[in-house]
Nanobody
Framework: QVRLVESGGGSVQAGGSLRLSCTAS????????MGWFRQPPGSEREGVAA???????TYADFVKGRFTISKDSAKNILYLHMDALKPEDTAMYYC?????????????????????WGQGTQVTVSS
């Protein structure tokens, strides 16, 4: 059984930083995508950043230069380091995983292509 558990969310002032973690268990696909998505209040879920099993990273334009995705494959932990946070980054952040067939990047097709999801961790940025 695949299980993804996020942690690290919280409240921070604009300009601050947070690091989210996602601990994965039960998922052993060699060719995979691991991604971070977010859902602001009243909005649809959107892709933030993703990393393929070959370490290729993809970022949404609105986080480029501010957020960094990384992973510790030995510990099965996915990270999202967020700097220069803005109030518009306020959202529930989700970790997700899916198989990757080595075609396109891991944000292609949006959240609907992901099979496994965590429960989310709330990030609130105040001005």
């Amino acid at each position: 059984q695949v299980r993804l558990v996020e942690s690290g969310g919280g409240s921070v002032q604009a300009g601050g930083s947070l690091r989210l973690s996602c601990t994965a268990s039960g998922y052993s696909k060699i060719d995979n995508c691991m991604g971070w998505f977010r859902q602001p209040p009243g909005s649809e879920r959107e892709g933030v950043a993703a990393i393929a099993s070959d370490d290729y990273q993809t970022y949404a334009d609105f986080v480029k230069g501010r957020f960094t995705i990384s992973k510790d494959s030995a510990k099965n932990i996915l990270y999202l380091h967020m700097d220069a946070l803005k109030p518009e980054d306020t959202a529930m952040y989700y970790c997700a995983a899916r198989d990757w067939f080595r075609n396109g990047n891991c944000l292609d097709g949006g959240p609907g292509r992901y099979d496994f999801w965590g429960q989310g961790t709330q990030v609130t940025v105040s001005s």
